[in-house]
């Protein structure tokens, strides 16, 4: 198997690189500034994720293209710049990918392309997109712009995965930091749902879809538990063996201090501790129901939240990022 990663250097594509290389496959990356440890492991391309010459000569020859390169929500990022990456690099990629015969192709997209959901459960791939930043209103474009495509020819499948944690993730490590060294601030009112999803099931699911996906659908991969982000907390305390925080704060303040906060940041073209953007994992529900792809893809989630969160806290501790 030739397979072709965008976004290797992320923490969803890295994963899928180390797997693919487990798997002894060949594996080729588009790199643009980051550097990583595998890139004597495999084919490397480095260049911006518009560059179609240098896309082409990326794709020959490539059996399976997993597009995961995004630009993602700094606030310090324009809508253009946005839009540049995330539907015009979208659309640059697939160009390479048609020209160049990929049999197979999937795109990420995001759970965000729905907005807030009102729903308490899980909703399917057909629930109406409503996305609210910028960043997910690029994510839409981008995601369009796959299906518009799979509507040809060409065999493109999009994913959009939930809440996604695990060893080595930078964004959860953030989380579970505040809450092991008791400085996490609730916010009230909120009863937000999330649907996380460990990376190894994650990874499974991708190469699931790969190979059952079928043409021009959207395959929800998460867990199979919808929880509140109070309980998601609750249990990241427990796991880390600390009091969950009694200290709470109004959500109006909070965002407040968001907004007062990117401004301030903006001036030294720096992304903000704090921002709106990071703010939607408390205020925007994302439920997401994983039926199609347990149906489709024989697709079952090993780990619940409890477990998997427990051996990602157990991970940063044993490297160091984490106090034992």
């Known amino acids: 198997m030739n397979v072709f990663i965008t976004g290797a250097s992320g923490f969803i594509g890295r994963a899928l690189l180390?797997?693919?290389?487990?798997?002894?496959?060949?594996?080729?990356?588009l790199l643009h500034r980051t550097q990583i440890p595998e890139e004597n492991l495999c084919r490397v391309y480095k260049g911006d994720i518009c560059d179609l010459a240098t896309l082409k000569k990326a794709l020959k020859n490539v059996d399976?293209?997993?597009?995961?390169?995004?630009?993602?929500?700094?606030?310090?990022?324009?809508?253009r710049e946005f839009l540049r990456i995330n539907k015009k690099g979208t659309e640059t990629v697939l160009t390479a990918a048609k020209e160049e015969?990929?049999?197979?192709?999937?795109?990420?997209?995001?759970?965000?392309v729905l907005g807030s959901i009102k729903q308490r459960e899980g909703v399917k791939e057909d629930h109406p997109p409503k996305p609210i930043s910028v960043y997910d209103r690029s994510k839409w474009a981008g995601e369009n712009t796959a299906l518009g495509f799979s509507s040809t020819e060409m065999n493109v499948t999009v994913v959009r995965p939930g809440w996604v944690?695990?060893?080595?993730?930078k964004r959860t490590f953030k989380l579970i930091k505040v809450i092991s060294n008791k400085r996490f601030v609730?916010?009230?009112?909120?009863?937000?749902?999330?649907?996380p999803v460990y990376i190894s099931d994650l990874i499974h699911a991708t190469l699931l879809c790969a190979e059952k996906g079928r043409k021009g659908e959207i395959y929800h991969l998460a867990g199979n538990e919808v929880l509140t982000v109070r309980e998601m907390a609750w249990t990241i305390a427990e796991a880390a063996d600390v009091r969950f925080p009694t200290v709470f704060m109004?959500?109006?303040?909070?965002?407040?201090?968001a907004f007062l906060l990117e401004n301030s940041y903006?001036?030294?073209?720096?992304?903000?501790?704090l921002t709106r953007g990071r703010l939607a994992f408390f205020a925007h529900s994302k439920p997401l129901s994983i039926n199609k792809a347990e149906l489709e893809l024989a697709y079952t989630p090993k780990y619940d939240f409890r477990t998997g969160?427990?051996?990602t806290i157990n991970w940063y501790k044993e490297k160091g990022w984490l106090k034992s």
Not at 18 to 29: S, T
Not at 64 to 79: I, N
Request: proline content about 4%.
């Open 18 to 29: 180390r797997e693919m290389l487990r798997r002894k496959y060949r594996v080729g990356v």
């Open 64 to 79: 399976v293209l997993f597009h995961l390169a995004a630009s993602m929500g700094a606030s310090q990022f324009s809508k």
């Open 101 to 112: 015969g990929v049999r197979k192709c999937i795109h990420f997209s995001s759970a965000g």
């Open 165 to 169: 944690y695990g060893p080595g993730d």
């Open 186 to 195: 609730f916010v009230t009112g909120r009863k937000t749902l999330q649907t």
């Open 250 to 257: 109004p959500w109006f303040l909070i965002k407040t201090m």
């Open 266 to 273: 903006k001036i030294f073209n720096k992304e903000a501790p």
């Open 309 to 311: 969160i427990k051996r």
